[in-house]
């Protein structure tokens, strides 16, 4: 019989045997078997399971975008597997309410045993924030030593090879400083938009000081709090102010690529834009959540643990709460909503770009 059409067994396809005899309880080689040590190891072996999943949906779209021009087919394949991705975070982030049915006292009866056994020490997601776009000198250490330095030589080899190599994030920097309607002859996207966002600040202005309900107080609060917001809009009307703002760590995209982010956002209603707006979601979506899951991990921690130290030699609760509000990736996107405007102050495009816009576009038809 042909080998590829030949029978295969549901047992021997998933590798059964191998799976369900990879849970060996430490604490049972102490003859001390603590009862939940058994849920303990399942969820984190499911954990790095769909870590195995991400990787590989997050590299094939990767590929996609570091072949240059991104076709639409292969945009809307990028962004149905990050949906998937999306989906498994949640799953991720449910987990835990399976693992706090495991009380502290549960966990006391080996934790003792676990040690210097930490989840820092897993690869996969190592490999999933570089391949994401987190720079060694934007990590928050928890010890002295490189966070590498927990892994074989040839895991730190990978991991090197992943920080010269592109990331997500600068993937899409690419991708977005690509988008070809920033300049259309006789339309300047930047100069319509900053009109426009005068024009708005200056209604609002004017909405302040005709507002009788509120006192000058109160009046004099939100004209502080609306040139706050106004000063926001500098780095994207002044690029050097932007390279600067870059320079310091603020912001990571590129001035081009933060201004064609602007532009889908703004016009997302337009039919070409679409779906580029629902990529950038997608990828909003995905670092929202790693920002939950973390948030959700250290608020276990703090359940179970309050502030011992962790296992790993860590401050615990302290430092995975500061990596959920540090190691985003995609911050720069969730800012875009800062200088949104509403739909009735948006520029007029041109009849040539709304052409363009409701059309199939190619690098062709530019010549």
Known sequence: ???????????????LNKILDAQKLRSGEFDQPAHDEMLFIIVH?????????ILHDLDSVMKLFSE???LERDLGTAIARLDRVVKIQKILVDQIDILETMTPLDFLDFRHYLLP???FQSFQFRQLEVMLGLKRENRISYTQCAYSGVFSQEEQKTLEALEKGDSMLSLVEQWLERIPFLRIEGFNFIEEYQKSVHSMIRKE???????DYISDQEKALRKRMLNETNAYFSSIFNEQEHIGKREQGQLKFSHRATISALLINLYRDEPLLRQ???FLQKLIDMDELFTTWRNRHAQMVLRTLGRKIGTGGSSGYDYLKSTADHHRIFYDLHHISTLLIPRSELPELPPELRKKLEFNFSIDSET
């Not at 072996?45 to 999943?53: A, I, R």
């Not at 202005?205 to 507002?211: E, F, L, P, V, Y």
Request: aromatic share 16%.
């Open 1 to 15: 019989m042909d080998k590829e059409l030949s029978s295969v067994h549901y047992d021997k396809y998933l590798q």
């Open 45 to 53: 072996q499911v954990y790095e399971l769909w870590f195995k999943e």
């Open 276 to 278: 580029p707006f629902t």
């Open 205 to 211: 202005s004017q909405a302040i000081d005709k507002a």
């Open 68 to 70: 240059g021009a991104v």
């Open 117 to 119: 056994a930490s989840g």
